[in-house]
């Protein structure tokens, strides 16, 4: 089993950055890939980024939403994946999870939710226009 525990959320005024860790336990080895998806209020779970650690972390990809403003990233020591965002804007605001999955999918099935077996608790991002 594993185990996933986001953390770094916090109000941000728009223009700002925030870095968001999740921190994996357990049964990392299994792992293939991992993401990071957010969810606004009364919106559905959006996929914001994916990264495969095993591929010493050059295998990424991003939403078009984020892209150019939010890097995914993962230390492979600590066993932690982060994403960097900065240039935050007011549609940023939301709670941002941590998902990984034991199956290595194609990159055109990482930004669905169900490619995913392991999901965080969530951390809530607020922006402040």
């Known amino acids: 089993d594993v185990q996933l525990l986001e953390s770094g959320g916090g109000s941000v005024q728009a223009g700002g950055s925030l870095r968001l860790s999740c921190a994996a336990s357990?049964?990392?080895?299994?792992?293939?890939?991992m993401a990071w998806f957010r969810q606004a209020p009364g919106k559905g779970r959006d996929w914001v980024a994916t990264i495969k650690p095993g591929d010493g972390g050059a295998d990424t990809n991003s939403a078009d939403s984020v892209k150019g403003r939010f890097i995914i990233y993962h230390d492979n020591a600590k066993n932690t994946l982060f994403l960097q965002m900065n240039s935050l804007k007011p549609e940023d605001p939301a709670i941002y999870y941590c998902?990984?999955?034991?199956?290595?999918?194609?990159?055109?099935?990482?930004?669905?939710?169900?490619?995913?077996?392991?999901w965080g608790q969530g951390t809530q991002v607020p922006v402040s226009s």
């Open positions: 998902a990984a999955s034991t199956v290595d999918y194609v990159s055109t099935a990482w930004r669905r939710s169900n490619a995913y077996n392991y």
């Open positions: 357990g049964a990392t080895y299994g792992l293939k890939m």
